[in-house]
C-alpha cells in the first residue's frame, strides 16, 4: 500500500498525492490537533465554500471533518486561477479527502488547517481507501437500543385509539424505524451525529412529559404523539455517508413539511383500511409540526395556538439549546485549557464569554 506521506509534486502545479491502494485508518483525529501540528490525513468534507482571490492568488475553504468534530481548512493557491478551480471542483461535499501537508494554526481564536500550494495538496479518495466508521460520529448500537426501549415504553402508554394506529403504521415498520433510530438531527449545531435525531426526540419527549404532569388540562396523548413524530421529516431531509448532508428534498422542502406531508399520507392510509381519524384531530396533531419552530423567522408555517403545540415548541428549544451548548463546551476545551473563552453568539450578534472549568 502506497505510504499517505509519500507525494509527488509536477512543475507549476499543486501537490499530487499518490492514491493508496487499499483501506487506511485515520491516525490524526480533529480533537487531537494543535497549533503547529502537520497533519497527514484522511477527512471528509462537512461544507465547501467558493474560491476568492488574495493577494498571491485564488483560495478556497472547506469544513473538514471526522467522528471526533470538524475543522476550517483553507487552500491557499498560487495566480492559476483554473488550476485552483479544478482541485476545487475535483471534490464534493460528503466526499473523503486526503490532505497532504497541512499546518494547524490559529484564526480568530479557532484552530484551522492550511495547506500552501508549492508544499501540500488535497485529494478526493475513493471508498476503498477509508473506513467510514472514521468519519461520522454516532452514538452506539447498545446507547441507540436504550433510548429506543424508552420510547417503546411511552408508546404503550397512548390510550387514544386513533393516535395509537397512527403511531402503529410509523413504528411497525422497520425501514422507518430503522431510519428513526440512526438519523442526525443538523448538520451543524446540536445533535449532529448518528442517532442523534433519536437523543434530542427522547429529551423534547420527557421534557413534554414533565410539563404535562404539572397542567392536568393538557392532551397528553396528542403531546406525546407531536413530540414523537415532530421531527421525523428530518428521516429524509438530512442523507449521510462519510458527512451529514442535506437532501434535494430537504433543501427544496425542508423537515416541518416533509413531516406534515408523512402523517397525512399515513392517516390517509388509515382511512382507507376503515380506521377512523377525526378530522379536528387531524387539524391538531398537524399544527404541533407545522409550530413546533414556534416564530414565522425560525421557518414555522405557523405559530403556536394550542398549549400543546406551545409546550412542544419549548421542549423542543429548550433540548436543541442546551444540547448545543454543551456541545460549544466540549469544542472549547479542544481549543484551551483555560477556565473560560468566547464563543460567537448569533442571538446578540458578537462573542460573548462562557466558563469551561468545574462547577
Known amino acids: 500500500m502506497t505510504d499517505i506521506y509519500q507525494y509527488e509534486k509536477k512543475k507549476e502545479e499543486q501537490t499530487i498525492i499518490k492514491t493508496d491502494t487499499g483501506k487506511r485508518k485515520k491516525e490524526q483525529y480533529i480533537e487531537n490537533l494543535r497549533e503547529g501540528d502537520a497533519v497527514n490525513d484522511f477527512f471528509a468534507v462537512k461544507l465547501k465554500k467558493a474560491q476568492r482571490p488574495y493577494k498571491r492568488?485564488?483560495?478556497?475553504?472547506?469544513?473538514?471533518?471526522?467522528?471526533?468534530?470538524?475543522?476550517?481548512?483553507?487552500?491557499?493557491?498560487g495566480d492559476n486561477k483554473d488550476r485552483v478551480k479544478r482541485l476545487y471542483e475535483s471534490f464534493n461535499t460528503g466526499d473523503v479527502v486526503q490532505v497532504r501537508t497541512g499546518m494547524v494554526e490559529t484564526y480568530e481564536d479557532r484552530l484551522q488547517i492550511s495547506i500552501n500550494e508549492n508544499s501540500g495538496g488535497v485529494r478526493k479518495c475513493t471508498p476503498n481507501e477509508y473506513d467510514v466508521t472514521d468519519f461520522l460520529p454516532a452514538l452506539n448500537e447498545e446507547r441507540i437500543n436504550e433510548l429506543y426501549e424508552v420510547i417503546k415504553k411511552e408508546l404503550k402508554t397512548i390510550q387514544n385509539e386513533p393516535l395509537k394506529n397512527l403511531l402503529a403504521l410509523f413504528f411497525d415498520d422497520p425501514k422507518f424505524v430503522s431510519m428513526y433510530l440512526h438519523s442526525p438531527s443538523a448538520i451543524t449545531h446540536h445533535h449532529n451525529y448518528v442517532g442523534g435525531n433519536l437523543e434530542h426526540t427522547v429529551g423534547v419527549m420527557r421534557l413534554c412529559l414533565n410539563i404535562s404532569e404539572m397542567y392536568p388540562r393538557v392532551n397528553k396523548d396528542l403531546l406525546l404523539c407531536g413530540a414523537l413524530l415532530h421531527d421525523i421529516g428530518k428521516l429524509k431531509e438530512y442523507i449521510y455517508t462519510a458527512a451529514i448532508d442535506i437532501s434535494d428534498e430537504g433543501n427544496f422542502i425542508g423537515h416541518i413539511v416533509i413531516g406534515e406531508q408523512w402523517i397525512k399520507e399515513k392517516i390517509q392510509q388509515l382511512h382507507r383500511a376503515g380506521k377512523e381519524f377525526p378530522e379536528e384531530l387531524e387539524h391538531q396533531l398537524i399544527h404541533l409540526i407545522l409550530s413546533h419552530h414556534g416564530k414565522y423567522e425560525w421557518g414555522s408555517p405557523k405559530l403556536p395556538k394550542l398549549v400543546e403545540a406551545c409546550i412542544l415548541h419549548q421542549a423542543d428549544l429548550m433540548d436543541s439549546q442546551v444540547k448545543n451548548y454543551l456541545q460549544m463546551i466540549q469544542d472549547a476545551k479542544r481549543q484551551t485549557d483555560e477556565d473560560w473563552t468566547f464563543v460567537y453568539d448569533a442571538d446578540v450578534g458578537k462573542k460573548r464569554a462562557i466558563f469551561l472549568g468545574e462547577h
Do not use: L, N, P
Not at 478556497?60 to 493557491?77: C, L, M, P, Q, R
Open 57 to 77: 492568488g485564488m483560495f478556497f475553504e472547506f469544513v473538514a471533518t471526522d467522528k471526533t468534530g470538524d475543522i476550517s481548512v483553507k487552500y491557499w493557491g
